[in-house]
């Protein structure tokens, strides 16, 4: 593959951005909107409860005058868990809220307890019936809080809650992910009052109202990952182009490590394979160390390296799915406990694999690029969950992949 591949809004800041939209009348217009499966379904569920906008391309201009419906359906919350993120801001602005229990990504165990601690601790009353979580309170009131663990969607929801609360709000053991520091900015720009005196606290004044902003959304960082991974396969010359380089900086480390040949240049990754590439040894962490989010894809880049790597996944404790489908494809590897151990130097050969989630989804589109033969993807409507036309744009780069169907 050859060329230039631009990327796209960044998925995991346009969910809870769209979210943001309880908090205040006001219009907010979006720009850079990935046009992916979760965003759209999203936006549906901001309609259901009373939003008033559209979606044109990559923009959305988008109001909530009122709350319609506190109900958020279980057509919405099976396909994307963001919806979680809309419980902070509806209780926030509205003092009620009846959300479907999240379904999402099978990955493992993915709890909410700290998000409802905290909700609780602001004074509301949060019961559930095992399929529904049904809130309610007088205005949400500002607390101390340390999250108990790093949480992404658990920032944001309390972020988000505490902008209308009464009073401060101080946030410690925050995410810092850079979906995280881009709501911030919009939730400033909407008018919050939020500052962080030291890493991992936020503090929030809680305000009676937000107003409307503009604001861009960042570039994908995975998404970004993801094709700085695929370049870095023999035969393949790419320009990954609208990055942010310092959000990568652990994967640019440890591909600089395994010996990749990758340029970083303002905003923009070139990035030629080909280079021996060494094992690498590989731990998930929060932010800033390597994502959850890059481990299927680099797994499989980590079967053509020289040598034996080691992959370990310590946020989620079942995300190893694309390890058996690697395996069929040739690959070489062996999951103990919570990690993976890669033997290199595999010889790739097409067949048919099933996918169950959106990162492994790219992660088996590589492995099927970098396989002699034809690889066929079943349950790929998990890749455009989050991937804004992953085939056509690697068809510009030149690689030979169809959709049959969806
Ligand atoms: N956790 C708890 N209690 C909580 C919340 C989380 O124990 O109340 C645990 C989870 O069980 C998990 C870990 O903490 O083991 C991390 O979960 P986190 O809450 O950070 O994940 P999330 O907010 O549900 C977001 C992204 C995921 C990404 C993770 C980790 C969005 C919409 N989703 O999920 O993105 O993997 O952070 O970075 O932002 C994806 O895009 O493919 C994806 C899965």
Redesign the pocket.
């Known amino acids: 593959m050859a060329g230039r591949v631009v990327v796209s809004g960044a998925?995991?800041a346009a969910?809870?951005e769209l979210a943001a939209v309880c908090l205040s009348p006001g219009t907010v217009e979006f720009s850079n909107v990935p046009l992916v499966e979760?965003i759209k379904v999203m936006f549906a569920a901001l309609r259901e409860i009373g939003a008033e906008g559209e979606m044109s391309g990559h923009d959305i201009r988008v109001a909530m005058p009122l709350l319609r419906s506190p109900l958020v359906s279980r057509q919405t919350t099976q396909t994307?868990?963001?919806s979680?993120?809309l419980l902070g801001p509806m209780l926030a602005r509205h003092g009620l809220a009846r959300v479907a229990m999240p379904g999402?990504?099978p990955?493992?165990?993915?709890?909410?307890?700290?998000?409802?601690?905290g909700l609780e601790r602001m004074g509301a009353e949060i019961r559930t019936d095992g399929e529904y979580l049904s809130a309610r309170c007088a205005r949400l009131r500002g607390i101390e809080f340390e999250f108990?663990?790093?949480?992404?969607?658990?920032t944001?929801n309390l972020l988000m809650a505490a902008a209308l609360a009464d009073g401060t709000t101080v946030l410690r053991n925050c995410?810092l992910?850079p979906?995280v520091t881009d709501l911030v900015a919009l939730l400033g720009e909407m008018g919050a009052d939020i500052s962080s005196p030291a890493e991992g606290t936020f503090v929030v004044g809680g305000r009676t109202s937000l107003h409307g902003a503009v604001h861009r959304i960042i570039p994908d960082r995975?998404e970004a990952g993801t094709y700085l991974i695929a370049g870095c396969f023999a035969g393949n010359d790419i320009l990954v182009d609208d990055v942010v380089p310092e959000h990568l900086q652990s994967l640019l480390d440890i591909l600089a490590g395994m010996g990749a040949e990758i340029a970083v240049s303002g905003q923009a990754f070139h990035v030629r394979g080909g280079a021996p590439l060494a094992p690498a040894h590989v731990v998930t962490e929060?932010?800033p160390g390597f994502?959850?989010?890059l481990q299927a894809q680099l797994t499989t880049l980590l079967t053509q390296a020289n040598g034996v790597s080691s992959v370990r996944e310590t946020?989620?404790?079942d995300r190893f799915r694309h390890v058996g489908e690697l395996n069929r494809l040739g690959a070489d590897i062996e999951v103990r406990g919570d990690a993976a151990l890669v033997r290199g130097g595999s010889r790739l050969r097409g067949t048919v694999l099933k996918t169950t989630?959106?990162?492994a989804s790219a992660a088996l589109v590589l492995g099927g690029l970098a396989a002699e033969g034809e690889t066929r993807i079943e349950n790929s409507y998990q890749l455009f969950?989050?991937y804004e036309n992953m085939p056509e744009k690697l068809q510009k780069l030149g690689a030979e992949i169809t959709i049959i169907a969806e």
């Not at 108990?148 to 658990?154: D, Y």
């Open positions: 998925k995991n969910l809870p979760d994307t868990r963001a979680i993120l999402g990504c990955i493992g165990e993915r709890k909410i307890d700290f998000h409802l601690q108990p663990g790093k949480t992404v969607t658990g944001e995410a992910e979906e995975i929060p932010y994502p959850t989010d946020i989620f404790n989630d959106l990162r969950r989050g």
